[in-house]
């Protein structure tokens, strides 16, 4: 399982993907809290949850068929228990977060070389500073080092908290947990408009017995309410465009931050359509304020008329509503970034779902060992009932965020004030399904599950899908035969299991065509009336239907040694059928693709985890570490070129797609050109000829790149383009140790992956040669053996950098220690019994990270605008690192 | 027991409705959902006539093309417009050089086949004469477009139908029938009364009638045949198409204009051109006086790719011509054809 932050900015989300990506489409698991269905789980404070199973082989996902191809992520909160005293729990932290590891760009004299350095080698004369930079006689004597962007915008300490009381406990009849908590988070980037993010969380978690008889239980009801309320506010990151991290890494440091009235300096006539990056971000990027509810709600009612018998019944409900305002006032950086108009918006949405389950379970339970356990339900299921509004004005009489409010604008205006509203899209399931638990004393067992789901995305005829799965298992160390092992191999079993999972999680209406309105215009007599023409810009594909994901799983768990010592091995093969893409086409069709189901992907691998536990005396102690493997490959695109083109433009302005799906490739994988070094000397131009001894780059000049002509012709062009990286990493792992002597604990974690590359640029290579550089410039080429990697400097778009090449791509090992923290049980020294624990601690999250990767942080969660790329670092909002102080307190 | 499980085969059987499943978009418009009302199929209309403009990049319009590659026109344009002069030179610059034709003519026949195909579901029709005019209004273009892909490409697969399927050429006769059956269809529905000034340019009886005389000829000519077959019907008759023309000549109105040189709105401009005042010449305008337009290619004014690029690229080159436009001067015309 590989989870990666979509940024490092508070309260951002995680792209999380179980066994590797099945999809160019949406590859995220289905969570399952409490039984509800929900898109993701960060509104859950972590204090709140009492347990996570994670599902990834198909058998045991099975019985959340619908959605479950991707695996799934079943959370349980924290529930009392019957006949407990009440326990009231404090957990609370405070801390301090800081940037980890800083960029280091070139200062003002290292950069002035270099501009000078690509003029030079164009043959041109140096630039004439005094002229184009202002206060130029401090930048050359070297007094002012220029600006630092980065240090600019950042915070320093920036705080976060956590607190959260939790209340549970139970009578007879009845079991009660309550949990209220607080956290708040500031970002450790974009000072004076730092992100920051605050969240409230209620939870009321209650079960009651109505009827019971000495035996068993009659009738039992129960609900698990959970509320979330979250407030934030960030900057812009993520993609070219629109990006504060890559804005301060790029501007060059010849502007001040500031001019000498304390407004925001003006871009300067070394590069005019270089504005000042801290005005552009708190002008148009830090002004904003999103706010979210979320209430998920499941109440229950389980009857049992016979023992063994179970009707249970459940409706899950979630509702959530959001609101999102941001102000960009009126702003005037330079004569080409400027604004003479204040603009507001202002957009609420609201939606809802439901859940609505009903089983019945009958155990049966021989004599001699049998044990039968069947269960037959259905679900229905109807979400993204929802709906959007969302208004943009200008010129509000108010000039700030607090009062943006779209009645502060008076006027409309008909080139910018603009309204939209629009429907979620619903979405609805309905599943039966049906289960076979067998188990003969613990030693045989097997489960069949078989469920049918209707999805409302596909035409009717198609919408029905059947998935399968059985699972089996051995637990040969309770063969007698095996009883003599039994003194250091106290449990081993042997499991196996096959099914499929469905996912359907693409667009609605594949099967409709969508009528066109634009680019179709037709005129009569007034040529400059539109007589708007209509079309139908795809053609249905009524046959679309759900993915399939086919998993093949054989296990092993074991004890060994007294039960000190547990091993788990995983083995599979997950097989997305029926994937999604687009169609091949004749052009004669007159009309665009549909969609298909028309590609297969593979992943393969193994998860091995292995854990250790003992005591000595007081002290007890454990370690465990995990690890996977996983290998993605697309085995399938049916249509003319097998390929599913990533986007241009993604690296920087004019760069060629750079990252695709394609048949016998990893899913994303990176798409350039191989370069074997820099041409040193015209000699080594000469000389670098195909079999037929024609020149392969004869435009070249020493200090150029040369790239790898793969495919043996006289040309350098995409027909020698190959795989230059791959972001999916090979291995994932983990590794956990801790300690606990009288009160004292420690522990520590760590996680990292291995075999992944990264592609990482912060420049805007071919339409801003002014922008700055990170310091591994200076192992350019500047000279016959200076350098046979990064080829000369140039001060227009050369090939060297424009090209997509291996440049750009870095390794993306890492292992980051996670956490560490030590603490200790204030209990053993008070004598007071009313507290069941007293720990105070301290901890470091994001301690320290070893890797080669020369970006801020190798977890790098930008996917390029797509759903299916990944690994693409523009400049990425990092993970701070963070320095906790935490009680623990249980009353 | 007994009223759980009465309530859980209630909710069983709500399951198990069918419909329960059905959705509909309800920010765009899809197939099911439009073609619904005669606004809805003159809107598609639309979206058929405006294939005929090749916005931005004329040169692989079967006009521009067929004007380049005929004896009364060099290439023309300047150094680094090698593409152009490889037409007028019947060479090829690139792998599917005239892919943009193909496609062009495609789509309109794949919105004809849809507007086609979808007026059963049509409701609300002002009158059977409405229908029947839009109806012959499809029929046209799909007739007009294959009959400009016979013109560029020989024969071609012959799609009558939105669902997608991989057809070979299909033979001259096959094309050319199909054409002479839609074409009589048309002719045989479409109204006899003028069309409101709005609708300029818009295929008519009279259109029809004026292109199957055409088709017919190209037809006969090329294929050395006498009669066009025409699927499931009788053969369409030199007779016949004779009896189509003297009713446009008769009944349609349409007649040539005194003088040739006022079809052109430059001859307007009499009193800054010489030639026009010296040769009495007055623009005949684009309604009513002009009886020679029996269908035209609408352009718009409003920049991007709505106006028309022809007069762009074959307007004189790079020069202040006035009142002739400013262009690129492709197609200069063969001093061969004036002489002549």
Known sequence: ?????????????????????????????????????????EFLNPSEIESIDILKDAASAAIYGSRSANGVVLVTTKSGKFESKPTITYDGYYGVQNL????????????????????????????????????????????????????????????????????????????????????????????PVASSYERYNVRINTEHIIFENDNYTIL??????????????????????????????????????????????????????VPNPVGIMVYTQGNNVSESNKLIANGYVEFQPLNGLKLRSSFGYDFSSGSYRSYTPEYNLSERHFRDYSSTTHSLSRGRGYNFENTINYVFESKSGNSVDLLAGTTVQKNNIGESISGTNINSIFDDLEHAYLSNSTTIDPARTILDSYPWGENMLLSYFGRVNYDYNE?????????????????????????????????????????????????????????????????????????????????????????????????????????????????????????????????????????????????SYGTGAPYINGGDVENRGFELSLSWRDKIGDFSYFASANVAHNENKVTRIDNYEKIIHGPINVLADLTSEMFRAEEGYPIGYFWGYKTDGIFQNEEEVQSYVNSEGEMIQPDA???????????????????????????????????????????FDFSISASG???????????????????????????????????????????????NF???????????????????????????????????????????????????????DPEVGYSGGTTFGSGIDLGFYPSPRTVLFGVNIEL | MKKIIYILSIALIVSSCSDYLDSEPMTSKV?????????????????????????????????????LMSDDRFAGGGGVDAKIQAIAEFENFANDMYLQSWEDNYSGIFRANMLLESLPQVENWESEAQKNRYKGEALFMRAYYYFDLARMFGTVPLVLATEPQNLPKASPEELFGQIAKDLREAIEIMPDDPYSPEDIGRATKWAAQGMMARIFLFYTGVYDQSTIPVPEEEEMTKSEVIAYVDNCVTKSGHELVDDYRNLWPYSYATEDYSYAADNNLSWVGEEGDNTEAMFSIRFGALGSGTHNTFNLYFGLRMQNTYPFGYGWGFGPVNPQLWDE
């Open chain 2, 31 to 67: 197939n099911t959902n439009f073609y619904q009302t005669p606004a809805d199929i003159e809107e598609s209309l639309n979206g058929i006539y405006s294939l005929l403009n090749p916005g931005l990049d004329p040169f692989m319009h079967s006009f521009f093309v067929s004007e």
């Open chain 1, 701 to 743: 000049e020493p200090g150029d790149v040369r790239f790898v002509n793969t495919n043996g012709d006289n040309v350098i062009n995409d027909d020698d383009k190959v795989m230059i990286g791959d972001p999916n990493p090979d291995y994932t792992f983990g590794i956990n140790l801790g300690a606990d002597y009288k009160g």
């Open chain 1, 1 to 41: 399982m590989q989870i990666v932050k979509t940024s490092g900015q508070p309260g951002s989300g995680y792209r999380i993907n179980i066994r590797g990506l099945g999809t160019t489409g949406d590859a995220s698991p289905l969570f399952i809290v409490d039984g509800v269905p929900v898109e993701d789980i």
């Open chain 1, 100 to 191: 980890f590891k800083k960029v280091p760009t070139l200062n003002a004299q290292e950069y002035a070389t270099m501009m000078n350095e690509a003029r030079m080698n164009d043959g041109l004369k140096p630039f004439d500073f005094a002229a184009l930079v202002p206060d130029w006689e401090q930048y050359e004597s070297g007094d002012n080092k220029g600006t630092d962007w980065l240090d600019e915008v950042l915070v320093n300490d920036a705080p976060v908290q956590n607190h959260a009381v939790g209340i549970a406990g139970g009578t007879e009849k009845s079991n009660y947990s309550l949990g209220f908590s607080y956290t708040s988070q500031d970002g450790i980037l974009g000072k």
């Open chain 1, 443 to 587: 030693k045989y067992m097997a489960t069949l599950v078989m469920r049918a789901d209707g999805s409302s995305k596909f035409a009717e005829g198609n919408r029905w899908g059947y998935f399968p799965s059985v699972a089996a298992g051995w637990v040969a160390s309770s063969e007698d035969f095996l009883s003599v092992t039994r003194g250091w191999l106290p449990y081993f079993k042997i499991r196996a299991s096959w099914g499929q999972n469905g996912n359907q999680n693409i667009s609605p209406f594949q099967y409709l065509s969508t009528i066109s309105f634009s680019g179709a215009d037709h005129f009569g007599i007034d040529k400059k009336e539109r007589l708007t023409g209509a079309y139908p810009n795809i053609l249905p594909n009524p046959e679309v239907t759900w993915e399939t994901s086919e998993q093949l799983n054989v296990g092993v768990d074991a004890r060994i040694l007294d039960d000190n010592f547990s091993l788990n091995f995983d083995w599979y093969i997950k097989t997305t059928k029926d994937w999604l893409v687009a169609a091949p086409t004749l052009a």
């Open chain 1, 802 to 856: 424009s090209n997509i090449s291996d440049l750009y791509v870095e390794d993306a090992d890492y292992l980051r220690i996670t956490n560490f923290s030590v603490g200790y049980d204030f209990k053993n020294l008070i004598r007071a019994n009313y507290f069941g624990k007293l720990r105070a601690y301290i901890a470091v999250q994001n301690l320290y990270t070893f890797t080669e990767y020369s970006g801020m």
């Open chain 1, 753 to 799: 992956v291995a075999g992944n590359q990264i592609i990482r640029s912060y420049r805007d290579f071919a339409i801003f040669p002014t922008h700055n550089f990170t310091t591994d410039i200076f192992n350019r080429w500047h000279g016959e053996g200076t350098s046979n990697r990064l080829p000369k400097l140039s001060t227009s778009s050369s090939k």
């Open chain 1, 220 to 273: 039992k009801v129960g609900e698990t309410f959970a509320y979330s309320s979250i407030e934030k506010s960030g900057i812009a990151t993520g993609g070219m465009y629109s990006n504060t991290i890559r804005n301060v890494l790029s501007t060059h440091p010849f502007m001040p931050v500031y001019d000498e009235n304390g407004e925001f300096h003006d871009a300067i006539p070394w590069d005019i359509r």
